[in-house]
């Protein structure tokens, strides 16, 4: 099958929701043609495309196109997540670690491809939403322990003038390819991109301690589709409309 009669089936398949054979597809394009085929491939496929079978990470097993999707195609994909109702940004965390941190990766080459689009920071600020105070914590004693956080919230200057502190606590005791990890690099190696982060998860957390959603006063909500479906690989938001253009 050459290559546009894969994506046709691909997105075909992506479409009408059956994830698994939309990922078992381009998996057997990688046996039988090679890794490069399959690169090819996912360079000519839509963000939404990517992020729908990306985001059916199983941490048992090692998929061919996590294995493969470069840092700015994961980046596309990483800022259109929002439109699935993940609330607990479960699937969101997984997929973001199984990526960033899969063997051989640079982190640092991922995040800085997410910083650099437009909606990367609040993409960055969701994956951090569910450790909020510990993150706070961080940027402000250099730990993660919020028992020593007994002062007031960083300003932004201040923020800034604490970005190029020595470590506290180094890389290597954190390294859990979680979001220790990520924050640790981000605070460290990535200063300005974990400020900018930092200041919309702050956001978010005041809108969340007033009880306001994050769609509340726009029809944003109307885009999205409930995980319920998508975490068992059955829907995704682009078979909500099969004409649906990439949002990158």
Known sequence: MNALALIAKTQSLIASGDIVAAEAALVELADTEGDQALMVVLEQLPPKDI???????????????????????????????????????????????????????????FLTAIGDLEGGAEALADYFSEKWSRVEAFARTGTFETVEDDGDILSESALLGSAYIKPRVEEDEVADQDWMQLAWILRHKLPDLFIEMLLVLRAKA????????????SDEDDNKVETSATDRGQATPAARDSDEESAI
């Open 51 to 109: 992020l729908a079978v990306i985001r059916e990470y199983d941490n048992s097993k090692e998929s061919v196109i996590n294995l493969l999707v470069s840092p700015e195609q994961f980046a596309r994909a990483v800022v259109i997540e929002k439109q699935y109702k993940d609330l607990t940004r479960t699937h969101f965390r997984g997929m973001m670690n199984a990526i960033i941190f899969r063997e051989d990766a640079d982190p640092i080459e």
């Open 206 to 217: 005041r809108a969340h301690d007033l009880g306001l959603s994050e769609e509340e006063g």
